[in-house]
């Protein structure tokens, strides 16, 4: 793998580890299900837009279509779903390393379903992950620290269920697009099918979705309408995380070992807390690092 594609990777972490620190107020304020779902509205418009200037829609057929749409539902719309409300009641940092809890999921799954080998290493590497993600949890936060980033909004182990939710929801969607490129499909038009779809699931859950997962406090401590400046960081949130975390994958990708760039990929939570540090003025707790680190070389063990 050429420094290039290394580059590209680690962007892409970076690009998500600063998309998470950019929704962490709008998923405070309008809730995990509205905000996802006004999020994909601009990422969806994006990749279409994309995928037509490319012309790749004829690289899918239905085969690829259907499972790309079925991707959509389960990781988009309920995966995001679930994963932004855990965001607004355990704040970026805690949501970010529960969000690392998908590459052991994705890989029991993956055993399970396709009868792949689960290795020893992948074995002590998901012990990894879960054991980064208790202590990050558990002991992530220092005595004295005031953001309101590191704020338990109701329940924790509620909050925690929502983020578990999340990674099962990327795993599941990861699972089910997995087989589309096998038929080397464009990927800028699996991205934008995966999306329409997830959106119009959303669209459709909406009633459902909003009212059952609202902000656990009382909606007056948020707009009563969305004005230019909340649509001006969903729109930017999901360019810098989606839009343009998306194209440094497909970099990355294009010439990279995949074990190598998910590896990568993975450091997003290990890079968000220098940058938390950076925003809040406040330094995170050793548990918060070591359980960052812990469930990235939990990752590594697991994909390579």
Do not use: C
């Not at 037509?52 to 085969?63: E, I, K, N, Y």
């Not at 590497?125 to 980033?149: D, E, K, N, P, Y």
């Not at 309408?225 to 990708?253: D, E, F, P």
């Amino acid at each position: 793998m050429t420094q290039g594609f290394e580059v590209a990777a680690l962007g892409a972490a970076f690009a998500w580890a600063i998309g998470g620190l950019i929704a962490a107020w709008p998923t405070k304020v309008l809730g995990g299900p509205r905000f996802t779902r006004l999020r994909m509205y601009w990422v969806a418009l994006a990749l279409v837009v994309i995928a037509t200037a490319l012309g790749g829609w004829d690289t899918l057929g239905s085969r690829e279509v259907t499972l790309l749409g079925a991707s959509g539902v389960v990781g988009l719309a309920f995966g995001d779903v679930a994963l932004f409300t855990a965001f607004a009641r355990l704040g970026p940092r805690r949501t970010g390393i529960l969000f690392a809890a998908n590459a052991p999921m994705a890989a029991v799954a993956s055993a399970v379903i396709f009868d792949e080998r689960f290795s020893a290493t992948a074995l002590v590497g998901s012990a990894f992950v879960m054991v980064g993600v208790t202590l990050a949890i558990a002991f992530g936060t220092r005595v004295g620290q005031s953001h309101h980033w590191e704020a338990i909004h109701g329940s924790v182990w509620v909050g925690v269920g929502f983020g578990l939710l999340g990674a099962a929801g990327q795993a599941g969607g990861v699972l089910l697009a997995d087989p589309v490129f096998d038929v080397d499909p464009d990927p800028w038009a699996a991205a934008a099918v995966r999306a329409i779809v997830g959106l119009a699931a959303l669209v459709a859950l909406r009633g459902y979705f909003e009212k059952r997962a609202q902000v656990p406090y009382p909606p007056r401590t948020g707009p009563t309408r969305i004005g230019w400046k909340l649509w001006g960081i969903i729109i930017i949130s999901g360019t810098i995380a989606m839009v343009i975390g998306k194209t440094l994958v497909l970099i990355a990708l294009s010439g990279g070992d995949p074990g190598i760039v998910s590896v990568l990929v993975a450091t997003s939570p290990v890079l968000q807390l220098p940058l938390i540090w950076l925003v809040t003025r406040e330094r995170p707790a050793t548990g918060a690092w070591t359980g960052a680190l812990l469930a990235t070389l939990g990752t590594g063990l697991i994909v390579l």
